[in-house]
């Protein structure tokens, strides 16, 4: 059994609506995961939010602006690296870390 | 004169065990050869019947010398066995009584895992919802992501070609720290390749025992 470590989670919270150079802000934002090594990265849409502009995100006929998440959990230093370089790809948005203890689960299959 | 198996049951009642059922066969034969049916009406009553009942060892020890003497003609006979699940429709009673409300600190579970990822046959998101209902585990949520990746680096996308190839799937679940432990265990088990996370959350307000009310309640 593998032990717990300690580990961040880091939640970026964006609209799916939100580019970076050409493409969706959420795939950029994992493409740079990968970038950084992080170990793993989740996009979660959300069916409908507000954030800092108070505009509702909600499903529309032409371009969704739904809310969308980009999870991510590793060690405190990546988490920081991430954030920090996240932040400069962001407009608005909000990004949260949060304690956690991590179990990595990796079996042979079969 | 009652037919034993009235006193039996009787019996096991005044006893308090959990709950017992007699049930009476179609047709059978025992230690005399000779056939109980229900072809001759006349003896209906000569049919077999078996009672049941499961409790803890403790209770069955209690019980068993006097069944030894009840039954003079028979067979009784004693197994292992493990409870599952023991469901029961809450007595009716105030209203209050029906939720169990629980606050305070808890532990919220997030599993990283591909909605492709089987366990017997079946989707393993869902394989391990069910093993969490059944640890009665106070509720559990899966979110399906749109895009992502796992440590093994393959892409979780959904493509034209491939519109449900693996997107990443994430269970989270709370409930208080000894059940996360168990919680925890069971999906160590169960996972192949995924990732584990465990937080510290503080339980607002949880409350069970809603069906009752509206039926439409958190899954238990």
């Given at each position: 059994m593998a032990p717990d470590r300690p580990a961040k989670l880091l939640r970026i919270h964006i609209s799916e609506r939100d580019r970076y150079q050409g493409k969706p802000l959420y795939e950029a934002l994992v493409d740079l995961c990968r970038e950084l090594k992080i170990s793993g990265a989740t996009v979660f849409r959300g069916l409908e939010g507000f954030g800092e502009t108070a505009g509702l995100h909600r499903p529309q006929l032409v371009g969704s602006d739904q809310p969308v998440v980009v999870t991510i959990v590793d060690s405190a230093e990546n988490v920081a690296r991430m954030a920090l370089a996240a932040e400069g790809m962001m407009g608005t948005g909000m990004m949260a870390i949060s304690e956690v203890r991590a179990r990595r689960v990796e079996k042979q299959a079969g | 004169m009652t037919p034993l198996h009235d006193d039996i049951m009787t019996f096991l009642m005044h006893k308090g065990v959990a709950g017992a059922t007699a049930t009476r066969g179609y047709s059978g034969f025992g230690a005399h050869q000779a056939l109980h049916t229900p072809k001759i009406e006349v003896a209906a009553e000569h049919l077999p019947i078996r009672i049941e009942f499961v409790d803890t060892a403790e209770k069955v020890d209690e019980v068993l010398p006097t069944l030894y003497e009840l039954v003079t003609d028979g067979l009784i006979e004693v197994q292992d066995t493990t409870v599952v699940k023991v469901a029961r429709e809450d007595a009716?009673?105030?209203?209050?009584?029906?939720h169990e409300r629980v606050a305070g600190p808890a532990k919220l579970l997030r599993v990283f895992l591909g909605e492709a990822d089987q366990w017997h046959g079946e989707p393993l998101y869902d394989a391990i919802v069910k093993k969490l209902r059944m640890m009665e585990i106070a509720g559990a949520t899966v979110y399906r992501g749109i895009l992502g990746y796992g440590a093994k680096g393959h892409e979780h996308k959904r493509s034209f070609?491939?519109?449900?190839?693996d997107l990443p799937v994430m269970i989270s679940v709370v409930d208080t720290a000894d059940k996360i432990e168990e919680a925890t265990e069971a999906i160590e088990a169960m996972l192949t390749d995924g990732l584990i996370v465990t937080s510290d959350v503080e339980m607002v307000r949880m409350v069970r025992g809603m069906e009752k009310a509206d039926g439409t309640g958190p899954a238990r």
């Open positions: - | 009716a009673g105030e209203p209050t009584a029906a070609w491939h519109p449900m190839r």
